[in-house]
């Protein structure tokens, strides 16, 4: 034992600047990925009275969203076949040529289009870095990561809209993409001078009918989460074209995954009982936190009287409760290398939170919705990062680009669901109650939209205003009620998770596994 620590030492002496460079790097690619559309966001209403082309602005969003979710699989499955590094450092690239073509656009339709090449590439970030770490870190020493991750995305939560804002102020709309490209830059310089994986060469091909079936399965149902209710009735049909051919095409998926040489998602994958739970998680865990960052906002504004020009500090008690609990729960797991308490107890805090927050109504102080929103953001602490920890802990190692991937992509297509459906429910409410209380002239507030802006909520008279805030708090009501229940099932899942023992856990690996990071990683 004593030969193993000291022949060790000197490679550890090494080990700790070299993987906190590739760290920084990741966390700067990640905050990359998680910025942009909240920035992109802010500036919207700016890009707009340049460009023009009001009735295509949704576009700019889903466009990205569309790629994004699209590509995300296909960059997992690239990095297990030909290199992660490679394909890791591809995808920056093409994410920040789509930011500074973004920036150039003329018009909305270029506009539109650069942001496809953009969520092209955003779509292998976030695939990358979860990848790299899972082949940096062995997972019992993973869990120390789990704070720093948490704290990139609480920040690009609660700063996104507050530099976003101020950057199209000072600088102009155009810097919400230009920024990228300095950050962008740095990260690759650090990948490429410090990041060293073994190289790979797969001799069977990309999937290529595989990618394309479930590139057509994805983007049918983020069109109908995103179109649902608000370009298209749900019964529409336009609608049941695109449910029925996602369902096509998902399907033919699955079956050809059967008979491919190289899957696009291998489905022996799903065997493990616990990845499978940990995707249910991850999906649902999405669904309950994009809905949470979208009304919770809206109701403050709307009923509290908050300014919107702080609506990222206004989820500062979620967001922040978030990131505590996170790098408690990862100390806490590399310390003693167990983790079910953490989705069984976030599953329930979840649960009570999305509840707690369900019972606000006009009434409720700032103070009081705080601490419900802590409660929510303690539960979703325990889970974002131990769902990813857990489900790469589930499969090989030649499989964690794909399980990183997939993780990642149930999470995204959470918060499609989560968005449109609370959405939908949010906006039949508020219309409702509007119709009840405010007659003829509160049916015509809401008519167009649901959602009225500060500059719209003023300008209506008192009784109106009165009704309205009524609406919202009834809406966010049934949002969170929703929210509460799809939360009971991620927490029926928690109890079946099967607490496997963390690769590099255990009293006589720790010394070997301590090395383990730089049998990947060269010394610098």
């Not at 966001?41 to 569309?66: D, K, R």
């Not at 030909?82 to 270029?110: N, P, T």
């Not at 009918?209 to 995103?226: E, K």
């Not at 499978?276 to 865990?285: D, E, V």
Request: neutral net charge; glycine residues 12%.
């Amino acid at each position: 034992m004593a030969d193993t620590q000291t022949a060790a030492e000197p490679e550890d002496d090494k080990q700790p600047r070299s993987v906190r460079v590739v760290l920084l790097a990741l966390m700067v690619t990640m905050m990359l990925a998680m910025l942009d559309n909240m920035i992109v966001g802010t500036a919207m209403p700016t890009i707009v009275g340049e460009l023009g082309g009001l009735e295509h602005l949704a576009w700019v969003v889903t466009a990205y969203t569309l790629a994004t979710a699209a590509s995300t699989p296909l960059w997992g499955k690239i990095g297990d076949m030909y290199g992660r590094k490679g394909a890791f450092m591809s995808s920056i690239v093409l994410f920040l040529i789509g930011s500074a073509l973004s920036g150039m656009a003329q018009d909305m339709g270029q506009l539109i289009g650069f942001r496809a090449v953009q969520g092209l590439g955003a779509g292998g970030l976030m695939v990358g870095v979860m990848a790299i770490i899972g082949d940096l870190i062995p997972p019992r020493e993973r869990g120390k990561y789990q704070g720093m991750m948490a704290g990139v995305m609480a920040l690009a939560m609660i700063g996104g809209p507050l530099v976003g804002g101020t950057i199209t102020d000072h600088w102009g709309w155009r810097w919400a993409f230009y920024i990228n490209l300095p950050l962008g830059v740095v990260a690759l310089a650090a990948i490429s001078a410090v990041l060293h994986l073994p190289k790979k060469r797969a001799e069977a091909r990309i999937d290529y009918l595989g990618a394309g079936l479930l590139t057509v399965g994805i983007t049918a149902i983020v069109l109908v989460t995103t179109w649902g209710g608000t370009e298209y009735a749900w019964s529409s049909a336009r609608i049941m074209e695109l449910i029925g051919i996602g369902v096509a095409a998902l399907i033919g998926f699955v079956f050809w995954q059967t008979k491919a040489a190289e899957p696009v998602v291998p489905l022996h994958i799903f065997r493990s009982r616990n990845f499978t739970l940990m995707s249910l998680i991850g999906f649902i865990t999405g669904f309950v936190m994009f809905g949470a960052t979208l009304f919770l906002p809206l109701y403050q504004q709307s009923v509290q009287g908050a300014s919107a020009t702080n609506s990222g500090l206004l989820l500062l008690p979620m967001l922040g409760a978030m990131l505590v609990t996170s790098m408690v729960a990862g100390r806490v797991t590399t310390n003693t290398g167990r983790y079910k308490v953490f989705p069984v107890v976030g599953g329930a805090l979840m649960v009570v939170g999305l509840y707690l927050l369900s019972l606000m109504d006009t009434d409720t102080s700032r103070v009081t919705s705080g601490v419900y929103m802590a409660v929510v953001g303690l539960g979703m602490g325990c889970l974002m990062q131990i769902t990813m920890l857990v489900a790469q802990n589930s499969v090989e190692m030649k499989d964690m680009g794909v399980a990183s991937s997939s993780t990642t992509l149930f999470r995204t297509l959470g918060s499609s669901f989560g968005v449109a459906i609370m959405g939908a429910l949010f906006n039949n409410r508020v219309q409702d109650v509007m119709a009840e209380r405010g007659g003829a002239i509160g049916a015509k507030v809401t008519e167009s939209s649901a959602q009225l802006d500060a500059a719209s909520l003023a300008k209506l008279p008192d009784a109106a205003r009165e009704a309205y805030q009524h609406a919202v708090s009834a809406g966010t009501h049934s949002a969170f009620l929703l929210g509460a229940v799809v939360a009971v099932v991620a927490l029926v899942a928690a109890v079946f998770v099967k607490e496997v023992p963390l690769k590099g856990a255990g009293p006589k690996e720790e010394t070997e596994e301590a090395a383990a990071p730089m049998q990947v990683v060269e010394a610098v």
